[in-house]
Structure formats: structure tokens, C-alpha cells
């Protein structure tokens, strides 16, 4: 990971213009950095307000794969239908998408925040678009695995917390916003 700045940051998450609650994981993001360094995905994870850890990933990374999931939120299992905790996002995505994602993502990892959007499928018909924010964690310079923290804006309204009534996919987020922070 190239030398990071807090400022950089700070100013880059401020560019991506995020919603409300993309906007309070920045701040707490930005809150922990410490001797010029992002968190760890475990001390922002202890740290961060508990309304938004629902909506919280953290991945880890290599350079050519795998992207696997050491935490999701519940939020996940409700939108994916399944537990993303210990899977390998590369096998389960569309394998159009894989290199791209895995271009996307170690861009994140090495130290660039990026927003995106994303479509959820609703059981009763129509969608709802969600934001997602994605913030590179704290690795050792010289660790071949990289970490990176995904939140989502969507929050479970009405119907949406029973299982099924809501639907996404793992393709690639759209209209993607990545800012270098180094």
C-alpha cells in the first residue's frame, strides 16, 4: 500500500458526495486513522456505531484473487439471500464481472475510496437503488493480502426484513466514483 493520507482521504470522501449513512462510515473511518494509517477491518468494526454494522463488509483481498468476506452484516443475508461471511466473491459472481471487480477492488485495497450504486429487486414488484461506499483498511506494507470495508445505504423498510421479499445479485455495481487517496 502507497503512503496514504488522512487529508487525502478526507477530501476524496467529501468528492464522492455520499448519503447520510455512506457519509457517518466515512467519518468513523477517518476518525480512526492513526500514525498516517486507514484502521484495521476489527477495530473499525468495535468502533463504529452499531446502527451501521447491519450494512457493513469487510474483504480481503490478493492481487490476482481470491476476494473472500471475513465479516458481513445481516443486511447481506437479507439482500443476497445467503451468508457472504467465508465466500470467495470471484466463484460466485458472474464470471464476466470477475476481472473487473478484482481490478475495482485491489484499486480500493491499495488506496483509492469509491462509491457506487446498486439495484435491489423488490418481491412485490419495482426496485430500490442503494449507494455503497468502499474504503481500503489498514494491511502491512509488505503482506500479500489487502483489506477493504463495503457499506451499503439500504436499510430494511416494512416487508424488506422478511427473507425473499427483497433481491439483489453479485454483478458489478454501477456508475462506480473511485478517488486515489494517495
Given amino acids: 500500500m502507497s503512503m ?13 458526495n455520499p448519503s447520510e ?3 457517518a462510515v466515512g467519518e468513523s473511518w477517518l476518525s480512526l486513522w492513526s500514525g498516517g494509517k486507514p484502521p484495521t477491518g476489527e477495530r473499525f468494526i468495535k468502533s463504529c456505531h452499531s446502527s451501521l454494522v447491519p450494512a457493513l463488509a469487510v474483504f480481503e483481498i490478493h492481487e490476482r484473487g481470491p476476494i473472500k468476506c471475513v465479516l458481513a452484516g445481516a443486511f447481506y443475508q437479507l439482500a443476497l439471500g445467503f451468508n457472504l461471511t467465508g465466500q470467495d466473491i470471484l466463484l460466485i459472481a458472474p464470471a464476466a464481472d470477475r476481472e473487473i471487480r478484482l481490478e475495482r477492488m485491489w484499486s480500493v485495497a491499495n488506496g483509492a475510496v469509491m462509491s457506487a450504486n446498486r439495484n435491489f429487486a423488490l418481491l412485490g414488484g419495482g426496485s430500490v ?11 502491512r506494507p509488505d503482506a500479500a493480502a489487502r483489506f477493504y470495508l463495503h457499506h451499503s445505504n439500504w436499510r430494511p423498510v416494512g416487508h424488506e426484513w422478511m427473507a425473499g421479499t427483497v433481491k439483489t445479485n453479485l454483478n458489478l455495481a454501477q456508475n462506480p466514483s473511485a478517488i486515489s487517496i494517495n
Avoid: D
Wanted: charged share 20%; proline share 4%.
Fill in 129 to 139: 437503488s442503494v449507494e455503497e461506499i468502499y474504503l481500503p483498511l489498514f494491511a
Fill in 4 to 16: 496514504l493520507t488522512m487529508s487525502g482521504a478526507a477530501r476524496a470522501i467529501e468528492r464522492l
Fill in 21 to 23: 449513512a455512506n457519509r
